[in-house]
């Protein structure tokens, strides 16, 4: 709590002394014209990735106009301030979903760019089709968030804690493929979260079905980390509600010699009830 408040202080400081100057850059603020641009989707990885991409945004996008373009366009126009750009990036060993604003600052690099939100949709080296599966709620996370951010200051500097925060797990039915478990959950561990009646752990095509089906009340885990874990990378929890597929829960964590990735029964304990 002290360091959500801490958080929301700095970014109220930093308003009022932007303010001051007359120079107002706050992120809120720099959102303000995102619907009034056009969005950009680069075409950029693997032919799977794109063709997915490519139908997902057709069907989820709704809150701007949108063009696809290449990657060799996106570098002609990424310095115009009339688009965001909604884009594929690789950052240790994982696939990311990127919005960006264009503007001069993109003449050093994507990095240098304006980030509005980034998820993880897959490992580098490939996109899987349980990637495939999960996509269109990476797509419609990115753009909920945009929207959410573009009323908030709070929610701007706040991501994870704006998704943490969307749905109350109580009373829920919760999927979790038995795929996407830890390497470090013990026998005793899978003992525990076997009197949870609110719990299913279940094969990754019964839990990818819930998501598929729309099924009601219903919660489903998902895990993206590097194809070949180790020690220091990262790896992505997400959640989603079943029959909306919004991100409903994001946790980010480094994998240790101990803790590979996946879920943990600090993760899962007691979700649902």
């Given at each position: 709590?002290?360091?959500?408040?801490?958080?929301?202080?700095?970014?109220?400081?930093?308003?009022?002394?932007?303010?001051?100057?007359?120079?107002?850059?706050?992120?809120?603020?720099?959102?303000?014209?995102?619907?009034?641009?056009?969005?950009k989707v680069v075409m950029?990885?693997?032919?799977?990735?794109?063709?997915?991409?490519?139908?997902?945004?057709?069907?989820?996008?709704?809150?701007?106009?949108?063009?696809?373009?290449?990657?060799?366009?996106?570098?002609?126009?990424?310095?115009?301030?009339?688009?965001?750009?909604?884009?594929?990036?690789?950052?240790?060993?994982?696939?990311?979903?990127?919005?960006?604003?264009?503007?001069?600052?993109?003449?050093?690099?994507?990095?240098?760019?304006?980030?509005?939100i980034t998820l993880p949709?897959?490992?580098?080296?490939?996109?899987?089709?349980?990637?495939?599966?999960?996509?269109?709620?990476?797509?419609?996370?990115?753009?909920?968030?945009?929207?959410?951010?573009m009323e908030s200051e709070?929610?701007?500097?706040?991501?994870?804690?704006?998704?943490?925060?969307?749905?109350?797990?109580?009373?829920?039915?919760?999927?979790?493929?038995?795929?996407?478990?830890?390497?470090?959950?013990?026998?005793?561990?899978?003992?525990?979260?076997?009197?949870?009646?609110?719990?299913?752990?279940?094969?990754?095509?019964?839990?990818?079905?819930?998501?598929?089906?729309?099924?009601?009340?219903?919660?489903?885990?998902?895990?993206?980390?590097?194809?070949?874990?180790?020690?220091?990378?990262?790896?992505?929890?997400?959640?989603?509600?079943?029959?909306?597929?919004?991100?409903?829960?994001?946790?980010?964590?480094?994998?240790?010699?101990?803790?590979?990735?996946?879920?943990?029964?600090?993760?899962?304990?007691?979700?649902?009830?």
């Amino acid at each position: 709590m002290m360091k959500r408040t801490a958080s929301l202080f700095l970014a109220l400081l930093m308003s009022l002394s932007l303010m001051a100057q007359g120079q107002v850059s706050t992120r809120k603020y720099r959102l303000s014209d995102f619907l009034d641009k056009m969005t950009k989707v680069v075409m950029s990885g693997d032919e799977v990735l794109c063709s997915a991409l490519q139908q997902e945004v057709v069907n989820v996008w709704t809150s701007t106009t949108f063009e696809f373009c290449s990657l060799e366009q996106f570098e002609r126009i990424k310095t115009s301030e009339e688009y965001y750009f909604l884009i594929p990036v690789e950052s240790e060993g994982l696939m990311l979903l990127t919005l960006v604003k264009g503007g001069a600052q993109a003449q050093k690099g994507i990095s240098d760019m304006h980030e509005v939100i980034t998820l993880p949709i897959s490992s580098a080296l490939g996109t899987s089709s349980r990637d495939l599966v999960y996509l269109g709620g990476i797509v419609q996370a990115i753009q909920d968030f945009t929207l959410a951010a573009m009323e908030s200051e709070k929610t701007a500097y706040l991501m994870s804690a704006w998704f943490n925060t969307r749905t109350k797990f109580k009373g829920k039915e919760v999927y979790v493929a038995q795929e996407d478990l830890s390497s470090a959950m013990t026998e005793k561990d899978l003992q525990k979260l076997a009197k949870n009646p609110s719990l299913y752990i279940v094969p990754a095509q019964q839990a990818d079905a819930r998501y598929q089906e729309f099924t009601p009340d219903a919660l489903v885990g998902y895990v993206i980390a590097t194809a070949l874990p180790e020690a220091g990378n990262l790896c992505y929890k997400l959640f989603f509600e079943a029959d909306t597929h919004r991100l409903c829960r994001i946790g980010k964590e480094k994998i240790t010699e101990k803790r590979g990735e996946g879920f943990l029964l600090s993760d899962l304990a007691g979700l649902g009830r």
